[in-house]
Nanobody
Framework: QEQFVESGGGLVQPGGSLRLDCAAS????????MGWYRQAPGKQRELVAT????????NYIDSVKGRFTISRDNAKNAVYLQMNSLKPEDTAVYYC?????????WGQGTQVSVSS
């Protein structure tokens, strides 16, 4: 059974940076595409960034391109999201999951708040 645990969120000022970590347990991590998702208050959850099984291919939504970087370390069963130049509109709970997502793999997420 796969399980994902997110960490690294917090309160940061606009223009600041955070790195989110996702620790994966289970047997399939290294053979599945992964994604970072976020859900802002009153909005639907959205897919923010994706990464291929080897890490050689990544994709981002337009609003985070050039600011966020997704990466993974299959030896550590981990996926990361480096977030730079954060904006108030990045405020959300961030989750990692497979891509496409699987309902039973959703974790608690980690809160990112961008405010002065």
């Amino acid at each position: 059974q796969e399980q994902f645990v997110e960490s690294g969120g917090g309160l940061v000022q606009p223009g600041g940076s955070l790195r989110l970590d996702c620790a994966a347990s289970g047997r399939i991590f290294s053979i599945v595409m992964m994604g970072w998702y976020r859900q802002a208050p009153g909005k639907q959850r959205e897919l923010v960034a994706t990464i291929s099984t080897t890490g050689g291919s990544t994709n981002y939504i337009d609003s985070v391109k050039g600011r966020f970087t997704i990466s993974r370390d299959n030896a550590k069963n981990a996926v990361y999201l480096q977030m730079n130049s954060l904006k108030p509109e990045d405020t959300a709970v961030y989750y990692c999951n497979t891509n496409p997502s699987v309902a039973r793999y959703w974790g608690q997420g980690t809160q990112v708040s961008v405010s002065s």
